[in-house]
Every structure is written in structure tokens, then in C-alpha cells.
């Protein structure tokens, strides 16, 4: 199956918002950190789960 959209395979350089590579969400593209995932999520739709 090739990947035709745009997207390097592997890991990426980092946190697209403040850079940090350790503890890196990419799942559905969105490429964060787990500190910022957790700033953010709610704001981009994402509910905790109790």
C-alpha cells in the first residue's frame, strides 16, 4: 500500500507545538506530546475518559 499523502514514514522530529519527542501522540495525524494533548484536547474535541 503506498502512502501518497505527503506523510514521512517513521518517527518525526517532534511536538508540532512545542517540540519535545518523548511521549509523542501521532495517532489520527495529530503529531503532539502528551503535555500538549492535554493542554489542547478538549479544544480540538477530545473528551477525558473517567
Known amino acids: 500500500m503506498a ?3 505527503g506523510e514521512r514514514i517513521g518517527r518525526t522530529l517532534g511536538c508540532r507545538r512545542c517540540g519535545r519527542r518523548r511521549g509523542m501522540i501521532r495517532r489520527h495525524g495529530l ?3 502528551r503535555q500538549c494533548f492535554r493542554e489542547v ?7 477525558k475518559m473517567s
Open 3 to 5: 502512502r501518497d499523502h
Open 41 to 47: 484536547g478538549p479544544e480540538i474535541g477530545f473528551k
Open 31 to 33: 503529531r503532539l506530546c
